[in-house]
């Protein structure tokens, strides 16, 4: 199979991911869709490197997924703590939490 349709399966993720953090006013779908964007990026990486030939998109690859790893325990635990606070996972309620 072609890299270059990986590459276009990539943008059409991204896109999703993209209208998700623009359209939803949710915490966890906003972050869901953030995921989403960087699995695409991860997605590209591994596309050019099998394109190339190498391993070293791959590589990083693996070290992205590793960090988003712990990015998403943070973030979710982020989110946990807001809901207790507030009742809602709204974005627009996590701005009240200013002193």
């Known amino acids: 199979m072609s890299p270059e349709y990986y590459v276009y399966l990539a943008a059409i993720l991204f896109a999703l991911g993209t209208?998700?953090?623009?359209?939803?006013?949710?915490a966890l779908v906003a972050f869901m869709s953030?995921?989403?964007?960087?699995n695409a990026a991860n997605l590209v990486m591994v596309a050019f490197s099998m394109a190339r030939g190498g391993l070293d998109g791959q590589v990083a690859t693996f070290f992205v997924m590793v960090v988003a790893a712990a990015e998403v325990v943070v973030g979710l635990s982020i989110i946990m703590v807001i809901y207790r606070t507030r009742r809602s996972t709204s974005l627009d309620a996590a701005s009240l939490l200013k002193l």
């Open 19 to 26: 209208i998700g953090v623009m359209v939803r006013r949710n």
């Open 34 to 38: 953030v995921e989403l964007m960087l």
